[in-house]
């Protein structure tokens, strides 16, 4: 049974800066998505990871995927407010089932 | 613009009631999914149904039934709200599984069970 767990969950930033949240997972996914919830609203689909080695770059965004270690990485650059979210990983265990980590509230301060 | 819908927003209901949650997509999706959202639980699978009539048990099914009786149209139902149903509920939609497909999510049900 897949389990994805994240962490931070909470990460509270200052502008300008980098940071990086992490998501592990348990066992064979065949993909990782991140997506991002603003408060009150639905979750935007930001990344989809399909093979070892991946990396895939938004704006200041920069996701990335290691199958063997069963570790995906979103690394934040040069912070801005816009950023506040919380941030989500799934893995997709099969089909288009996704299991979800808890979230990464990210508060970025000015 | 493609969407995922949920009928309601926010919905207070008494325990023991027989509530319903509806999902509308158009988008022709074959896949329709409900998860409740939980603080520091993240979303969490309750059904899944892969083509019209066809379900199938997510990760909490308890206290929960779905419906699809038309491909555009999935609705989970709780059978005698409880408590503990108070959460976050989402619905979602996807083609049949292709390299990068994405799953559409609706805005979100806030459900209060008092």
């Known amino acids: 049974e897949l389990k994805v767990e994240q962490n931070p969950l909470f990460l509270s930033m200052q502008e300008g800066k980098n940071y990086t949240i992490y998501c592990n997972y348990s066992?064979?996914?065949?993909?990782l998505y991140w997506y991002r919830q603003d408060p009150g609203k639905s979750l935007e689909s930001l990344f989809v990871?399909?093979?070892?080695?991946a990396v895939k770059q938004e704006g200041r965004l920069m996701a990335s995927l290691d199958t063997k270690a069963r570790l995906s990485t979103l690394h934040i650059t040069a912070a801005v407010h816009d950023l506040s979210a919380t941030y989500f990983c799934?893995?997709?265990?099969?089909?288009?089932?996704?299991?979800f980590g808890a979230g990464t509230i990210l508060r970025v301060k000015s | 613009d493609v969407k995922v819908t949920q009928s309601s927003r926010y919905l207070v209901k008494r325990t023991g009631e027989k509530v319903f949650l509806e999902c509308v997509q158009d988008?022709?999706?074959?896949?329709m999914f409900w998860y409740r959202q939980d603080p520091g639980l993240g979303l969490r699978l309750i059904y899944f149904?892969?083509?019209?009539?066809?379900?199938e048990k997510g990760d909490i099914p308890e206290g929960y039934s779905v419906s699809r009786e038309k491909k555009e149209r999935f609705s989970l139902i709780l059978e005698s709200a409880s408590t503990n149903q108070t959460s976050m509920y989402l619905c979602?939609?996807?083609?049949?599984?292709?390299?990068?497909?994405?799953?559409?999510f609706g805005s979100g049900t806030r459900l209060t069970v008092v």
């Open positions: 066992t064979t996914s065949d993909r």
């Open positions: 990871l399909l093979s070892n080695g």
């Open positions: 799934a893995g997709c265990p099969y089909g288009n089932k996704l299991v």
């Open positions: 149904s892969y083509d019209v009539k066809m379900k």
């Open positions: 979602a939609s996807s083609p049949i599984q292709r390299p990068g497909t994405v799953n559409r």
């Open positions: 988008m022709d999706h074959e896949n």
